[in-house]
């Protein structure tokens, strides 16, 4: 199995990975919302669960293959993670 990206839970049934990013204000939230919307539109992979808040933001990455997580979904954990990094401050 891959690593798993920092922040990220893994769970198991079903596979997925989960994390929360916290924000101190509604515009970092909305900043890292609409970050997240162009990721998604760019690479073709979409988060199946987002929740948020005014201050926090939810994400479940479910397996998009049979059988468990893939290089897919850790990736683009990773790929959320940096823009968390870019658009936290």
């Known amino acids: 199995m ?11 049934q079903p596979p997925t990975l989960f994390r929360r990013f916290e924000f101190e204000r509604y515009s970092g939230t909305r900043n890292f919302l609409d970050a997240l919307a162009a990721l998604a539109e760019e690479t ?3 988060p199946q669960n987002i929740n948020f808040s005014s201050t ?6 479910d397996a998009s293959q049979e059988g ?3 290089e897919a979904e850790f990736g683009l954990a990773t790929r959320i993670n940096l823009l ?5 401050n």
Do not use: C, D, F, K
């Open 2 to 12: 891959t690593e798993l990206p920092e922040g990220w839970e893994a769970r198991n």
């Open 44 to 46: 073709g992979l979409h």
């Open 56 to 61: 926090y933001v939810n994400i479940t990455l």
């Open 68 to 70: 468990g997580l893939s």
């Open 84 to 88: 968390y990094e870019q658009t936290e």
